[in-house]
Nanobody, 128 residues
Framework: QVQLVESGGGLVQAGGSLRLSCAASGRSLRSYSTAWFRQAPGKEREFVAVLSWSGSLTKYLDSVKGRFTISRDNAKNTVHLQMNNLKSEDSAVYYC?????????????????????WGQGTQVTVSS
């Protein structure tokens, strides 16, 4: 029900910053939790951050706390992931996804199986 397009990835030196964007169409993101996941070559997909449909709750992977911030621009129906102090281990393809059942859950989910619609991904490469 939601179409998602990620952008903003690229090559950056360790310690640098990037801001990823996830532009949504078809439905308002104010109705669904929206999350970021990442996947490095040979690794399983990993939860990074989530913002509740209400915009009031967030959850982060421990290793990115204090460095990454998830936010939403309601006027543009777009979710962002601001990534600061990037490290080589942050290199991965980053995906955004929406949980269409989020309004019926007791908590925001960090499990990829709970997310229904996914973007195509954007590559982030951190060099040192």
């Amino acid at each position: 029900q939601v179409q998602l397009v990620e952008s903003g990835g690229g090559l950056v030196q360790a310690g640098g910053s990037l801001r990823l964007s996830c532009a949504a169409s078809g439905r308002s993101l104010r109705s669904y939790s929206t999350a970021w996941f990442r996947q490095a070559p040979g690794k399983e997909r990993e939860f990074v951050a989530v913002l509740s449909w209400s915009g009031s709750l967030t959850k982060y992977l421990d290793s990115v706390k204090g460095r990454f911030t998830i936010s939403r621009d309601n006027a543009k129906n777009t979710v962002h992931l601001q990534m600061n102090n990037l490290k080589s281990e942050d290199s991965a393809v980053y995906y955004c996804a929406v949980d269409l059942g989020s309004q019926f859950r007791r908590t925001i989910s960090s499990g990829s199986s709970d997310y229904d619609d996914w973007g195509q991904g954007t590559q982030v490469t951190v060099s040192s």
